[in-house]
């Protein structure tokens, strides 16, 4: 157990270094030095902050100083928590104006991941028992896991927001409310919340769904199975099992899947204009904000490496395998 | 009697038609008699022996009874099937090695099925632990996991817990192949100890290897495409066979005790035939040095003496 | 217990049986048909339409029509000959993007694999680390960096981030092979090892190779729909993805114009949903233990 952890831990460090130093690199290798180019706008079009940045940039990247400096540098500020300054919400810091977006984008992201897991999971388990079902959920799951997130996102905006008119289209609450602990703000955060939560949720559904009712089958027609039946173990016991071993499997997907579903965020955060990391990466992109760009990316690599640990720690605490250590389960 | 099969017939059905891997199977078996069953791979042996306790989803019975202990054993009706399922026909599966569900311990899985059958764990507890001790065992491994236990000792748990009930019938289907040669050994002796026990009434044992049968079984019965070529009493089949698949398999036999029975066969030249369109007349025709006009025909199945049938037209 | 069954129906004849089977299956049927059609209309149908799919050719914002079969754009572009031009760029990042990363995928999972040891060690580490990088942040990350982007370069950028699983599978399978008698057999032969690779190991999950390449295709295309929707599309080009940006971009929601933003999305779905089932179709006609009726 100790080594499957170490080893996880590891990957993660690696992934977290890797993660950084793209971010590092990836500014100084492109060719006709995009960061330059930045500035150079910047300057024109709005002189405070290019002076801010300038200067920013001088003191931490100065392109005096050898490369391997700069890299050092690089990880100095990032360890006081200095990402930089951001140029579309100058003169907030990067850290802050991703902070502020940070909570929108965990409210739709933790219920849709959680429960679209649960419920796929649900779903796939009976499926994998009933024909009529799995002939029927089967070809939906597969529609579903085929959609394009963000195009789910604006047929439900279309036929939700527009055509029905039950749900606002846009933003994370309604402009003429200001942000309160107060029930009307709740109601009316909820409102605009639904329709991207069930955006991804249905997306995100269908892939567990198959995943679960294809691992169920596998699971029945394992030798397990086989041997409790032919000792005339009762259907009942035989799925109970199955269904356990089937799930852990897909805890390691839940952690596999999570970049995947935070890319589904992003772009439906667009479509609806909501105040998430979607929405704030959209706006660095537009106006070249390349270190609140960067910025976005550390919190996500973060966040997700953070979730594939819990999942870990899930899957050691109800697979003994891993936990015996021996047949170490998937690294 | 304890078990009487009559013309039994089951097909696989494929996309390509049925596979008729069981074509009028009978034979007979006596209270505590060791059959062996013997015959290339693909011939029906794990076929034979799913088809008196649990037909898969592919299989169908097409035909033919098996009678156990007086009763019908009801060998299309799952459900049916249930309850004479592990109290009175029980199975050791040739996959014995992966039996065991990985992720719950032994004793918790044994409790829990024994439970789904109405039985109490607490009442078989003691039996299920004398039993473990003598196959080797302690009562330790009920709280292991699966993993913890070594092929082996694997193997010993699910030949426990299968007859644990105390079954009329055990089928044992390659209990041997997948170990090396001193387990083999103990394996085979701990068959005849339970029969001797009384914890299983009789057996059919299920190889390819016709020199570990012959060791423990009392009777042996030669399978090839999907029928029952030769059976009678183990000295027999090896001193004197008369059905030349019988002959081509023995005198391909060599020392006592190798592992794979697949190899020395391959001295046989040819493949059985596929069972999907199985030939007419006797299966083993295109192969058989003895071949004739005759063969084109059904052979007869002969007593050449007294538990000793063979089906060949040269038989005599 | 079903090893022993699978060898023997493999026994008839492999290759020709499994063609005739998967040309039977009605959902390998079904999909190709689909990935084909609109595989067609996206070679050939530029050839009919104008080549240029931005161009302002008719009346604004108008609802489908005999003249205009998906309406026209907010700017009076036509829709249907940018779905078109948009068909052909999707099929070209999928079979680019798609291509390269199968082609790492293979690389790192067989060298690890038939290597062991410390090259395994490494790039097993690669392999765990570039899975849990979350790929569509780190590609909108570079893409935005890039000064001029075409569908080539976003292709690229796609394969190097999404070949992982298929490396880990790779590896899995080709340790298990790499111990086979067969493959003892070529070493002592004195093959090398890249032959033994090509000829002994390869063709024996060439179904699963193939599979896995379907899925590649696909993902590949709803990367590159999603790094266009976000505006990281090709410059020039038009793509499914540059479609549905536009469209929102100039709030086709709230004007009603669904034309505009109906068939690019539905037609990613359909070539991916199409593949996935293309995909189980498939995963029948390998798999003999599902060949059930
Ligand atoms: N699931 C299946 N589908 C189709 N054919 C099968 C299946 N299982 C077994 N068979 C066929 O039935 C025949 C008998 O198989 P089996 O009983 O497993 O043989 P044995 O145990 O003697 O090796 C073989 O020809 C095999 O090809
Ligand atoms: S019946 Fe004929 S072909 Fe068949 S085994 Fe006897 S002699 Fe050979
Ligand atoms: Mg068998």
Redesign the pocket.
């Known amino acids: 157990m100790g080594r499957y952890f170490r080893r996880k831990l590891l990957i993660y460090g690696l992934t977290f270094v890797i993660a950084v130093s793209i971010n590092f690199a990836v500014p100084r290798l492109m060719p006709g030095d995009p960061v330059a180019r930045m500035l150079t706008r910047n300057s024109v079009a709005n002189v405070e902050s290019s002076e801010a940045m300038r200067g920013y940039f001088n003191e931490l990247f100065g392109l005096d100083v050898p490369l391997w400096q700069q890299y050092f540098n690089y990880w100095g500020a990032l360890f006081r928590g200095d990402l930089g300054v951001s140029v579309f919400a100058f003169p907030s810091p990067v850290a802050t104006v991703v902070a502020d977006a940070l909570p929108y984008t965990l409210a739709l992201l933790l219920p849709s991941i959680l429960l679209s897991w649960f419920v796929g999971n649900a779903l796939g388990a009976m499926a994998a028992r009933n024909k009529l079902l799995d002939n029927g959920a089967l070809p939906i799951g597969y529609v579903l896991t085929a959609v394009p997130y963000m195009w789910l996102a604006i047929l439900l905006a279309w036929v939700g927001g527009i055509i029905l008119g039950w749900f606002p289209v846009a933003g994370g609450y309604s402009f003429a409310l200001t942000p309160a602990f107060t029930w009307t703000f709740i109601v009316d955060l909820v409102h605009h919340w639904f329709l991207p939560f069930l955006s991804l949720f249905v997306v995100a559904l269908g892939g567990w769904a198959i995943g679960m009712r294809n691992l169920v089958i596998y699971e029945l027609e394992s030798d397990y199975s086989n041997y409790l039946q032919a000792l005339g173990a009762p259907n009942r016991l035989v799925r109970r099992y199955a269904f356990r071993n089937a799930v852990l499997p897909q805890i390691t997907g839940l952690a596999l899947q999570l970049g995947v579903v935070v890319g589904g965020a992003l772009v439906t955060e667009v479509v609806f204009a909501y105040p998430g990391l979607g929405s704030l990466l959209l706006n660095a992109i537009s106006s070249q904000d390349f270190f609140l760009l960067q910025g976005i990316l550390l919190f996500i690599v973060i966040g997700v490496l953070v979730f594939n640990f819990l999942a870990d720690v899930v899957y050691v605490l109800v697979d003994p395998r891993t936990r015996l250590g021996l047949e170490g389960g998937q690294s | 009697m304890t078990l009487e099969v009559a013309d039994l017939q089951v097909h696989?059905?494929?996309l390509k038609g049925d596979?008729r891997?069981?074509d009028g199977v009978s034979f007979s078996l006596a209270d505590g008699e060791i059959v062996g069953l013997a015959?290339?791979?693909?011939?029906?042996?794990?076929?034979?022996?799913?088809s008196l306790i649990r037909l898969?989803g592919?299989?169908r019975h097409v035909g033919g009874t098996a009678v156990l202990d007086g009763d019908e054993l009801p060998i299309g009706d799952d459900k049916a099937m249930n309850a004479r399922r592990w109290k009175e026909v029980s199975i050791i599966p040739?996959y014995s090695m992966s039996a065991l569900n990985p992720t719950r311990k032994i004793g918790k899985m044994i409790a829990e099925l024994l439970r789904a059958r109405g039985k109490s764990y607490r009442e078989f507890k003691d039996e299920l632990v004398r039993r473990l001790e003598l196959v080797g065992l302690t009562e330790k491994v009920l709280d292991n996991y699966p993993i913890e236990l070594s092929g082996g000792m694997k193997q010993r748990v699910v030949m426990v817990l299968s007859t644990l009930l105390d079954p009329s019938l055990l089928i044992a289907?390659?209990v041997t192949s997948a170990l090396d040669v001193t387990n083999q050994r103990a394996v085979a002796e701990t068959l005849v100890r339970f029969r001797d026990m009384g914890f299983v009434k009789s057996m059919i044992v299920?190889t390819?290897d016709l020199s570990l049968v012959y060791q423990i079984a009392d009777t042996i019965m030669v399978?090839y495409?999907?029928r029952i070529v030769e059976k009678a009493p183990a000295e027999t089949i090896i001193k004197s066979p008369k059905h030349p698949y019988t002959r081509a398999l023995i005198g391909a036999l060599p020392e006592v005790g190798l592992e794979y029975g697949d190899e020395r066969l391959q001295s046989i030249p040819g493949k059985?035939p596929?069972?999907l369109n199985p030939p007419t007349g006797c299966r083993f025709r295109a192969r058989c040095p003895l071949a004739s006009e005759e063969c084109e025909a059904e052979p007869p199945t002969v007593t050449v003496e007294a538990g000793h049938e063979v089906s060949c037209w040269k038989a005599n | 217990m079903?090893a022993?069954?699978v060898l023997?129906?493999e026994r008839i004849g492999r290759r020709h049986e499994h063609l005739y089977f998967a040309l039977r299956n009605p959902k390998v049927a079904i999909g190709l048909a689909i990935v084909l059609a609109l595989l067609l209309l996206g070679l050939f149908g530029p050839f009919f339409l104008s080549d240029s799919p931005n161009e302002y050719v008719g009346p604004k914002s108008e609802a489908p029509s005999g003249e205009y079969w998906f309406g026209t754009t907010y700017f009076g572009q036509d829709v249907f000959t940018q779905f078109v031009h948009g068909l052909r760029s999707s099929y070209l990042v999928g079979t680019l993007g798609g291509g390269i990363s199968f082609v790492i995928g293979l690389a790192v999972g067989f060298t690890a694999g038939y290597r062991g040891g410390m090259v395994d060690e490494v790039l097993n580490m690669i392999t765990n680390v570039v899975l849990v990088l979350p790929a569509l942040a780190v590609l909108i990350v570079i893409s935005s960096y890039l000064e001029v982007r075409g569908v080539v370069s976003q292709a690229v950028i796609i394969g190097i981030f999404s070949w992982p699983w298929v490396a880990r599978a790779v590896r899995a399978q080709t340790f298990t092979l790499a111990n086979r008698d067969y493959v003892d057999l070529a070493r002592l032969t004195g093959k090398r090892s890249w032959q033994i690779i090509v000829r002994e190991i390869m063709p024996n999950m060439a179904s699963y190779l193939l599979m896995s390449m379907i899925l590649l295709f696909g993902g590949a295309i709803l990367f590159a729909a999603m790094l266009d929707f976000i505006g990281l599309g090709p410059a020039n080009a038009v793509s499914l993805g540059t479609m549905m940006q536009q469209s929102m971009a100039w709030s086709s929601l709230h004007l009603g114009m669904w034309w505009w933003f109906v068939p690019p999305g539905l037609a990613i779905t359909l070539i991916v949903g199409a593949l996935y089932i293309t995909n189980v179709g498939l995963d029948e006609v390998f798999n003999?233990?599902l060949r059930e009726m």
């Open positions: 696989y059905r494929t596979v891997a069981l015959g290339e791979s693909g011939c029906g042996k794990t076929t034979l022996g799913k898969d592919r299989m040739q289907d390659e299920v390819h399978m495409a999907g059985p596929h069972l | 079903s022993e069954v023997q129906t003999p233990k």
